[in-house]
């Protein structure tokens, strides 16, 4: 969860947490750690912003744009950091995919042209306009909730 969003959406990041969910560092304005003069210091107070609001600590971080290399990487893990990834990418960051392009994209999951063994999906929901995610995936979820084992991120 972006650091800039958790104390304005305490109640959404509460509730995360309530049901079980995880909630990991994706720095505090979605700020590309490579392009950073102190990444560690932005996700430390992103990790203490989330700390604050839910009591969880984090050692778990998405960097923005997948925008990663050595040797930051291994100053992360040395700092107690867990980068994680995605490897499907639904789009819906695009403006001009739509909500059935999304659900197309995510139907793709399980099949021979999705990700083969665990899929970590990219999704975004922080605008008015992402709201067709939210609608694609709702449906995807209903259609697709029995046929696959929903699991947390270890490590996190």
Request: proline content about 4%; overall charge neutral; glycine content about 6%.
């Amino acid at each position: 969860m972006r650091g800039d969003r958790v104390e304005i959406n305490s109640r959404l990041a509460k509730r995360i947490v309530r049901e079980g969910h995880q909630i990991a560092n994706h720095t505090f304005s979605h700020s590309d750690l490579m392009k950073l003069d102190d990444p560690l210091a932005d996700l430390h107070k992103t990790g203490k912003v989330i700390e604050k609001v839910t009591g969880v600590s984090v050692r778990c971080y998405r960097p923005p744009y997948g925008s990663m290399a050595e040797p930051l990487r291994s100053e992360l893990a040395d700092a107690g950091l867990k980068e994680w990834r995605w490897n499907f990418d639904t789009f819906d960051w695009r403006p001009d995919v739509t909500e059935d392009d999304i659900r197309k994209k995510l139907a793709l999951i399980g099949t021979s042209e999705g990700p083969s063994g665990k899929a970590i999906v990219l999704m975004h929901d922080q605008t008015k306009e992402s709201m067709k995610s939210v609608r694609a995936l709702d449906s995807w979820l209903e259609v697709n909730k029995n046929n696959f084992d929903f699991q947390t991120l270890p490590q996190c």
